[in-house]
């Protein structure tokens, strides 16, 4: 079992930047990638980015290249997710998710808010 906690949401101008957190506990992840997706009301959740957890590569949503930027820290078994000029239609929970082993584990979510 893996249990995530996101962290980081808030409410931003447009323009602003905020960095979210997601800790992993229950075991450590040592292969397998994290990502985010994000979710609006009445909407699909949207993949935003992924990261391979032992190689580092990177994968991002069209709509967020250049902007947002996922890394991890190993030792702290934590991802990031730094979104920088957001945009009003950034707004959405986001949520961060693993895959381990087969299996996809999912955080709460965190809601971003991003005002004009």
């Known amino acids: 079992q893996v249990q995530l906690v996101e962290s980081g949401g808030g409410l931003v101008q447009a323009g602003g930047s905020l960095r979210l957190s997601c800790a992993a506990s229950?075991?450590?992840?040592?292969?397998?990638?994290m990502g985010w997706s994000r979710q609006v009301p009445g909407k699909e959740r949207e993949f935003v980015a992924a990261?391979?957890?032992?190689?580092?590569?990177?994968y991002y949503a069209d709509s967020v290249k250049g902007r947002f930027t996922i890394s991890r820290d190993k030792a702290k078994n934590t991802g990031y997710l730094q979104m920088n000029s957001l945009k009003p239609e950034d707004t959405a929970v986001y949520y961060c998710?693993?895959?381990?082993?087969?299996?996809?584990?999912w955080g709460q979510g965190t809601q971003v808010t991003v005002s004009s």
């Open positions: 990261i391979n957890w032992s190689g580092g590569s990177t």
């Open positions: 229950g075991r450590t992840l040592s292969n397998g990638a």
């Open positions: 998710y693993a895959d381990v082993t087969s299996r996809t584990y």
